[in-house]
T-cell receptor
Framework: GEDVEQSLFLSVREGDSSVINCTYT??????LYWYKQEPGAGLQLLTY?????DMKQDQRLTVLLNKKDKHLSLRIADTQTGDSAIYFC?????????????FGTGTLLAVQP | GAVVSQHPSWVICKSGTSVKIECRSL??????MFWYRQFPKQSLMLMAT?????????EQGVEKDKFLINHASLTLSTLTVTSAHPEDSSFYIC???????????????FGPGTRLTVT
């Protein structure tokens, strides 16, 4: 079945760049997403990338996709204390309306002032 | 952007009672809603997919008689935890799917979650 893995924890200093990594197993994934979850809250979609793209940049966020290695990363430039949260990657396979999101295990990002 | 609300945000109930959680899409219609469960420091686990006007599709290992899902309208889905027990204590998150007219055919918007504590 599908499996999405992430490292559990990342600690960075304010102003540095953060890189959160994700690996997945489903080669038929069409879209890959990054979500942010603050304590006690739901999920906020940060960005997404279509599987035929290698990179997508959106302000401080850069998503890199290596489809051959099934590796996805999220880079946050100039990390701020407000970026402290849990970050989930998620993949959605081919099949249109009926496909569900498969979430990764989540990475806790701690930003030190 | 699309907003999904959940009510209540936090509920404490006694063991053996039933609890209903509402999920509403506030400014759009959602033919499909999803219910997730999240344990502390863990990822989201999909419980069921709910389509308006039809029976929910439950994931393997999720008891449909314990977690009753009703999706009576395009803006409201409810999850009822029946005869709740302490092991049902968890963070329940719903999401609603909407069709977009961009390269992203469908998008899911998540509610803020409901924390259930069963004593």
């Amino acid at each position: 079945g599908e499996d999405v893995e992430q490292s559990l924890f990342l600690s960075v200093r304010e102003g540095d760049s953060s890189v959160i990594n994700c690996t997945y197993t489903d080669s038929s994934s069409t879209y890959l997403y990054w979500y942010k979850q603050e304590p006690g809250a739901g999920l906020q979609l940060l960005t997404y990338i279509f599987s035929n793209m290698d990179m997508k940049q959106d302000q401080r966020l850069t998503v890199l996709l290596n489809k051959k290695d099934k590796h996805l990363s999220l880079r946050i430039a100039d990390t701020q204390t407000g970026d402290s949260a849990i970050y989930f990657c998620a993949e959605k396979g081919y099949g249109g309306a009926t496909n569900k999101l498969i979430f990764g295990t989540g990475t806790l990002l701690a930003v030190q002032p | 952007g699309a907003v999904v609300s959940q009510h209540p945000s936090w509920v404490i109930c006694k063991s053996g009672t039933s609890v209903k959680i509402e999920c509403r899409s506030l400014d759009f219609q959602a033919t499909t809603m999803f219910w997730y469960r999240q344990f502390p420091k863990q990822s989201l686990m999909l419980m069921a997919t709910s389509n308006e006007g039809s029976k929910a599709t439950y994931e393997q290992g999720v008891e449909k008689d314990k977690f009753l899902i009703n999706h009576a309208s395009l803006t409201l889905s409810t999850l009822t935890v029946t005869s709740a027990h302490p092991e049902d204590s968890s963070f329940y998150i719903c999401s609603a799917r909407v069709r977009l007219g961009t390269d992203l055919s469908y998008e899911q918007y998540f509610g803020p979650g409901t924390r259930l504590t069963v004593t």
